[in-house]
């Protein structure tokens, strides 16, 4: 299985401020997600991280408020922009490992106040 | 899109045997997954199905039927540490994972 690693694992934001999340994995990947969890809810995906091109978004989800970016096949990051309360959530990246099962983070916590 | 559901909420005993049932109607399939999900902690891998019928894991099967939309986890001689979430999540042809709402599970002495 693929060993994913997320930082910040939590984090305390202030309103109106940014906060960029850093997913490594420790092998080379095809598919990356990044999936949010809102308190008391199931996980909703926000967008797809495609390498070496722009993530391609859920509806709901744009580019200015969540941007993603994928270097390369083992690391992407999503910026949570301009936060407010209701940005408070779990973030989660995901990858499809081997025998093409799906696999998350520890995930990052986040509290915007 | 997906439309999957699943229990809100069930209750066992120490030792017993658990059915989560989880239905889903979808455009396009390609796999089957149910996650374990603690309070404050992400969710953790449990099974996949993607051909029809019975995948057994020590104390954990999964149940598959690809023609009627439909799909179990069995968890037996629960224990404690089995109180969590359990999500059942359909994967479709363009790989991205449709989550279910989550069955919590409670297990009781």
């Known amino acids: 299985s693929a060993v994913i690693s997320q930082k910040p694992s939590r984090d305390i934001c202030q309103r109106g401020t940014s906060l960029t999340i850093q997913c490594q994995v420790d092998s080379q990947v095809t598919m990356m997600f990044w999936y949010r969890q809102q308190p008391g809810q199931s996980l909703t995906l926000i967008a797809t991280?495609?390498?070496?091109?722009?993530?391609?978004?859920e509806s709901g989800f744009v580019i200015d408020k969540f941007p993603i970016s994928r270097p390369n096949l083992t690391f992407s990051t999503l910026t949570v922009s301009n936060m407010s309360p209701e940005d408070s959530s779990i973030y989660l990246c995901s990858v499809t490992g081997g025998s093409d099962t799906i696999y998350f983070g520890e995930g990052s916590w986040l509290t915007v106040v | 899109g997906q439309n999957i559901d699943q229990p809100t909420e069930m209750t066992a005993t120490e030792g017993a045997i658990v059915q989560i049932n989880c239905t889903y109607q979808t455009s396009g399939f390609n796999g089957l997954f149910w996650y374990q999900q603690h309070a404050g902690e992400a969710p953790t891998f449990l099974s996949y199905n993607v051909l029809d019928g019975l995948e057994e894991k020590g104390r954990f099967s999964s149940f598959l039927s690809r023609s009627k939309g439909y799909s179990y986890l069995l968890l037996k001689e629960l224990q404690m540490k089995d109180s969590a979430s359990y999500l059942c999540?359909?994967?479709?042809?363009?790989?991205?994972?449709?989550f279910g709402a989550g069955t919590t599970v409670t297990v009781r002495a």
């Open positions: 999540a359909v994967r479709g042809k363009d790989y991205k994972l449709s």
């Open positions: 991280a495609n390498q070496g091109s722009e993530a391609t978004y």
